[in-house]
């Protein structure tokens, strides 16, 4: 199992961890809405969840590219930023 995580790159590892992240905390409050069994717990619950999503894809998003620097030109980049934002906005307007 050792061998098999140093394989892996660390990018795509830490990348990854968030979204684990993401997923636990996630099914931790489907199961703290299903526990409470009130609407008005349940939508304050998913409120805070809508917060935490954006704020993983955007790290998620800053750490992959971060590390393609390197290999993608800076209009590319910008181009990929603009993107973002655009995904940002159609989710929050």
């Not at 304050?44 to 998003?61: E, H, K, R, S, Y």
């Not at 590219?65 to 906005?89: P, R």
């Amino acid at each position: 199992m050792k061998k098999w995580l140093s394989t892996i790159d660390t990018t795509v590892l830490s990348m990854a961890g968030l979204r684990f992240l993401s997923a636990s905390i996630e099914l931790t409050a489907a199961i703290a809405m299903l526990m409470l069994n009130d609407v008005k717990k349940a939508v304050a619950i998913n409120a805070m969840l809508a917060l935490i999503g954006p704020l993983i894809f955007i790290a998620t998003m800053t750490i992959g590219l971060l590390s393609m620097t390197n290999e993608l030109s800076f209009s590319k980049l910008i181009f990929i930023g603009i993107g973002v934002s655009f995904i940002l906005i159609g989710v929050y307007k």
